[in-house]
């Protein structure tokens, strides 16, 4: 039996570092893979056991929530018209519904914080590899073109849409800086000499990017760790209001006086203090507005519970025919909002239920006596990701969230991926 268990359970976690390792570069290869782990969670027949591990890890109550709203998802269906749309929704979904049962039923002996730590580990490895790939790339691309805008935006993005590239390095950069700082885990010095190195390159990097979206959470998740460690023993009003006022100095100058031929943030700017008509608008910024125009109205005229999983893409498109918004309506563009998405195919109950995916683990993480900072960050990084993009309507935005959310859930009641608070690093 504890043969079969070790058997089921490598294989388990063989899946997992295979589904770390590529994400960054194919996100089509996820779906194999989350089939093959449900297959292998099914196959290994230990229902009792399975629950057993649940209970033990404490993690009842997140397997009840994060499968619950993949399964608000499958009532969706109950009243959508568009079967074809709503079940090619809820393949690209899976993952929302197999990681947490795959991952928390994981037998704790087996699978332990140090082995999840690797799964970390070796994310940051192949999100360095994804930047040095691209990088190299565009420079194949320059040397042949001659044009610098190839180091920038979409020409440094050859994998995935810098969004989703920003968000992936952001996590990478919160987890050097933890293993690097706060961890306990036991490195090698060409690990620690590589995430040494990784740190500038990532920061570049989503500078390079310029996704808007990216800059911004980047900056703010900064802004709010610098600013809680300042005011954590004490409050210091004067040291935070210089601070504050750094800040905003630096983003002036980052936003206005950096030159740029890809300066996306301010031409947002500009673009918006004009007067410029939305429907006839190529500015990804105001088609941005006009979206989320329409969704969070459609939203409001089909109270309670939406329009069904696969109604969203439909009723969107027809109200950007209504309105005249011609380019909107040949790009057919969804919300651009993971909140309004949701609100908007599910109702209340999809609303309640996605920000209870990201904000009860946020609070229970909060709440520990060391603050669980690397699990802070990430569901800060997505909740602020949610408000520009419909991350969880494809597979490279939903595979990664839905991963990951429930590694760090593993590890909430786990000492070795709590960072010490900041008297313990001032000691």
Same mark, same amino acid.
């Given at each position: 039996?504890?043969?079969?268990?070790?058997?089921? #359970?490598?294989?388990?976690?063989?899946? &997992?570092?295979?589904?770390?390792?590529?994400?960054?570069?194919?996100?089509?290869?996820?779906?194999?893979?989350?089939?093959?782990?449900?297959?292998?969670?099914?196959?290994?027949?230990?229902?009792?056991?399975?629950?057993?591990?649940?209970?033990?890890?404490?993690?009842?109550? /997140?397997?009840?929530?994060?499968? @619950? &709203?993949?399964?608000? /998802?499958?009532?969706?269906?109950?009243?959508?018209?568009?079967?074809?749309?709503?079940?090619?929704?809820?393949?690209?979904?899976?993952?929302? #519904?197999?990681?947490?049962?795959?991952?928390?039923?994981?037998?704790?002996?087996?699978? =332990? *914080?140090?082995?999840?730590?690797?799964?970390?580990?070796?994310?940051?490895?192949?999100?360095?590899?994804?930047?040095?790939?691209?990088?190299?790339?565009?420079?194949?691309?320059?040397?042949? =073109?001659?044009?610098?805008?190839?180091?920038? /935006?979409?020409?440094? +993005?050859?994998?995935?849409?810098?969004?989703?590239?920003?968000?992936?390095?952001?996590?990478?950069?919160?987890?050097?800086?933890?293993?690097?700082?706060?961890?306990?885990?036991?490195?090698?010095?060409?690990?620690?000499?590589?995430?040494?190195?990784?740190?500038? $390159?990532?920061?570049?990097?989503?500078?390079?990017?310029? +996704?808007?979206?990216?800059?911004?959470? $980047?900056?703010?998740?900064? #802004?709010?760790?610098?600013?809680?460690?300042?005011?954590?023993?004490?409050?210091?009003?004067?040291? @935070?209001?210089?601070?504050?006022?750094?800040?905003? $100095?630096?983003?002036?100058?980052?936003?206005?006086?950096? +030159?740029?031929?890809?300066?996306?943030?301010?031409?947002?700017?500009? =673009?918006?203090?004009?007067?410029?008509?939305?429907?006839?608008?190529?500015?990804?910024?105001?088609?941005?507005?006009?979206?989320?125009? *329409?969704?969070?109205?459609?939203?409001?005229?089909?109270?309670?519970?939406?329009?069904?999983?696969?109604?969203?893409?439909?009723?969107?498109?027809?109200?950007?025919?209504?309105?005249?918004?011609?380019?909107? &309506?040949?790009?057919?563009?969804?919300?651009?909002?993971?909140?309004?998405?949701?609100?908007?195919?599910?109702?209340?109950?999809? &609303?309640?239920?996605?920000?209870?995916?990201?904000?009860?683990?946020?609070?229970?993480?909060?709440?520990?006596?060391?603050?669980?900072?690397?699990?802070?960050?990430?569901?800060?990084?997505?909740?602020?990701? #949610?408000?520009?993009?419909?991350?969880?309507?494809?597979?490279?935005?939903?595979?990664?969230?839905?991963?990951?959310?429930?590694?760090?859930?593993?590890?909430?009641?786990?000492?070795?991926?709590?960072?010490?608070?900041?008297?313990?690093?001032?000691?």
């Amino acid at each position: 039996m504890k043969n079969r268990s070790l058997f089921h #359970f490598n294989i388990f976690y063989g899946l &997992l570092l295979l589904a770390v390792g590529t994400m960054p570069f194919a996100k089509f290869l996820l779906l194999p893979i989350l089939l093959l782990m449900f297959l292998n969670y099914v196959f290994e027949w230990n229902w009792k056991e399975k629950r057993q591990h649940i209970k033990n890890n404490a993690l009842s109550g /997140y397997t009840i929530l994060f499968t @619950s &709203l993949f399964l608000c /998802y499958v009532a969706g269906l109950l009243y959508t018209s568009n079967y074809s749309d709503a079940l090619s929704n809820l393949e690209g979904k899976l993952a929302l #519904f197999i990681a947490p049962l795959a991952i928390f039923s994981a037998n704790p002996k087996h699978f =332990t *914080a140090r082995k999840v730590n690797q799964l970390f580990i070796l994310f940051i490895i192949s999100c360095s590899l994804l930047v040095l790939t691209n990088l190299s790339i565009s420079l194949v691309q320059y040397l042949k =073109t001659g044009e610098i805008t190839q180091f920038f /935006y979409i020409n440094l +993005s050859h994998f995935m849409h810098p969004s989703y590239g920003a968000m992936y390095i952001t996590v990478a950069l919160t987890l050097s800086v933890y293993f690097l700082f706060f961890s306990s885990l036991k490195m090698s010095r060409l690990l620690k000499t590589g995430l040494w190195v990784s740190i500038p $390159f990532y920061v570049l990097y989503i500078f390079l990017l310029q +996704s808007k979206a990216g800059i911004l959470v $980047f900056g703010l998740l900064i #802004f709010v760790l610098c600013l809680y460690l300042i005011n954590y023993q004490k409050r210091r009003i004067t040291l @935070s209001f210089l601070f504050v006022g750094l800040m905003i $100095f630096a983003a002036w100058l980052l936003i206005f006086k950096v +030159s740029s031929p890809e300066n996306r943030l301010r031409q947002a700017i500009e =673009t918006l203090r004009s007067n410029e008509r939305l429907q006839s608008s190529w500015d990804g910024t105001l088609q941005r507005v006009a979206v989320w125009q *329409a969704a969070s109205d459609l939203s409001i005229e089909n109270l309670p519970f939406g329009v069904g999983t696969g109604d969203v893409k439909d009723v969107l498109l027809e109200r950007y025919k209504q309105e005249k918004l011609t380019i909107i &309506l040949n790009k057919k563009l969804n919300a651009h909002n993971q909140y309004l998405q949701t609100f908007l195919g599910l109702g209340i109950p999809g &609303l309640l239920l996605l920000l209870s995916f990201l904000l009860v683990p946020f609070s229970l993480a909060w709440k520990k006596k060391k603050k669980n900072f690397p699990y802070m960050a990430f569901i800060l990084i997505v909740l602020l990701n #949610f408000l520009v993009e419909s991350m969880l309507e494809t597979r490279a935005g939903t595979n990664f969230i839905a991963l990951f959310n429930c590694l760090f859930a593993y590890l909430i009641n786990k000492p070795e991926i709590q960072a010490p608070s900041p008297e313990e690093i001032q000691s």
